[in-house]
């Protein structure tokens, strides 16, 4: 197939069931709730390649405070991989986003074609998975206190996000409080917080996350309380690796590492956040 014989155009609402075919085709996490909030977070950046009226590939651009462009859902149907249909993709998303700084979480095999567009590596991240969690025992919270996250909390919550993130995501943050508040919860330390988690569901697990914290015992208390209210549940963390305290209480609940995540940047590295605080990411598709 040459590059004539598909079509690039924006990704729509009613194109949900068509990038949803994709993703679960692929075993993918990801529901029809989130590629909705893609769409809608994309200022009309995500991307579609389409062959006779049938979607072939999607990227997905979600872009924060008008600063940051993510890229995610890189997704090619298998019968028309090794024709161009990526790099049209990608082409097009970097053409539109060139006003603004651009990352990702990308595959190992992802990495090598991202370097090929200049992206520079930033760190690694962790798959943790657990097919079926049993217990949070692991975890010592040393006493630390975990509250639910209400609305009226979620402002200090985007302002904290920022600081370890890089930039604002308030629109993320506010959709992930309102639509999972069993999943929210934070830390305060002398009327400000110190710490929080938020989380999701998926089509295969659960995914807790992002988790952020002032010090690791607060991190610690957190995904505790988190996986709580998941047992006999399956489970999906994505761990900034050099969290290895983090990475062993999970591995000693039975959390094993499915695969890795390169966080990666092109151009300049303008909103680096404060990796130290960050332990936990949202997902490669949120960052």
Same mark, same amino acid.
């Given at each position: 197939?040459?590059?004539?014989?598909?079509?690039?155009?924006?990704?729509?609402?009613?194109?949900?069931?068509?990038?949803?075919?994709?993703?679960?085709?692929?075993?993918?996490?990801?529901? +029809?709730?989130?590629?909705?909030?893609?769409?809608?977070?994309?200022?009309?950046?995500?991307?579609?390649?389409?062959?006779?009226?049938?979607?072939?590939?999607?990227?997905?651009?979600?872009?924060?405070?008008?600063? !940051?462009?993510?890229?995610?859902? @890189?997704?090619?149907?298998?019968?028309?991989?090794?024709?161009?249909?990526?790099?049209? !993709?990608?082409?097009?998303?970097? #053409?539109?986003?060139?006003?603004?700084?651009?990352?990702?979480?990308?595959?190992?095999?992802?990495?090598?074609?991202?370097?090929?567009?200049?992206?520079?590596?930033?760190?690694?991240?962790?798959?943790?998975?657990?097919? !079926?969690?049993?217990?949070?025992?692991?975890?010592?919270?040393?006493?630390?206190?975990?509250?639910?996250?209400?609305? +009226?909390?979620?402002?200090?919550?985007?302002?904290?996000?920022?600081?370890?993130?890089?930039?604002?995501?308030?629109?993320?943050?506010?959709?992930?409080?309102?639509?999972?508040?069993?999943?929210?919860?934070?830390?305060?330390?002398?009327?400000?917080?110190?710490?929080?988690?938020?989380?999701?569901?998926?089509?295969?697990?659960?995914?807790?996350?992002? @988790?952020?914290?002032?010090?690791?015992?607060?991190?610690?208390?957190?995904?505790?309380?988190?996986? +709580?209210?998941?047992?006999?549940?399956?489970?999906?963390?994505?761990?900034?690796?050099? #969290?290895?305290? !983090?990475?062993?209480?999970?591995?000693?609940?039975?959390?094993?590492?499915?695969?890795?995540?390169?966080?990666?940047?092109?151009?300049?590295?303008?909103?680096?956040?404060?990796?130290?605080?960050?332990?936990?990411?949202?997902?490669? +598709?949120?960052?």
């Amino acid at each position: 197939m040459s590059r004539a014989d598909f079509d690039l155009r924006p990704m729509e609402l009613s194109d949900v069931s068509g990038g949803l075919r994709l993703s679960t085709a692929e075993g993918w996490n990801q529901t +029809e709730r989130d590629w909705k909030f893609l769409l809608e977070g994309s200022n009309g950046c995500c991307i579609l390649a389409e062959r006779d009226s049938t979607i072939i590939g999607t990227t997905t651009a979600i872009t924060y405070s008008h600063q !940051l462009a993510w890229i995610g859902m @890189v997704l090619v149907d298998k019968a028309y991989r090794g024709q161009g249909v990526s790099k049209a !993709l990608l082409d097009h998303v970097f #053409k539109n986003t060139s006003e603004i700084s651009i990352k990702l979480d990308a595959t190992p095999a992802g990495q090598q074609v991202y370097q090929q567009f200049g992206f520079k590596d930033e760190y690694l991240i962790d798959r943790m998975v657990h097919v !079926l969690l049993t217990n949070s025992a692991s975890f010592d919270n040393s006493g630390i206190e975990t509250v639910p996250v209400k609305p +009226e909390n979620i402002k200090e919550i985007v302002a904290f996000d920022a600081a370890v993130f890089g930039t604002k995501r308030e629109h993320l943050i506010t959709s992930l409080v309102k639509e999972y508040p069993d999943k929210a919860w934070m830390v305060r330390h002398k009327n400000r917080v110190t710490g929080f988690v938020l989380g999701r569901g998926g089509s295969k697990y659960h995914h807790v996350g992002p @988790v952020s914290a002032s010090t690791m015992e607060v991190a610690q208390a957190l995904l505790a309380k988190s996986l +709580e209210g998941l047992i006999q549940k399956p489970v999906v963390v994505d761990v900034l690796q050099d #969290k290895q305290a !983090l990475i062993a209480s999970l591995k000693s609940l039975g959390f094993t590492k499915q695969r890795h995540f390169v966080r990666m940047y092109k151009g300049e590295n303008h909103f680096p956040g404060t990796t130290e605080h960050s332990y936990c990411i949202c997902g490669p +598709e949120f960052g």
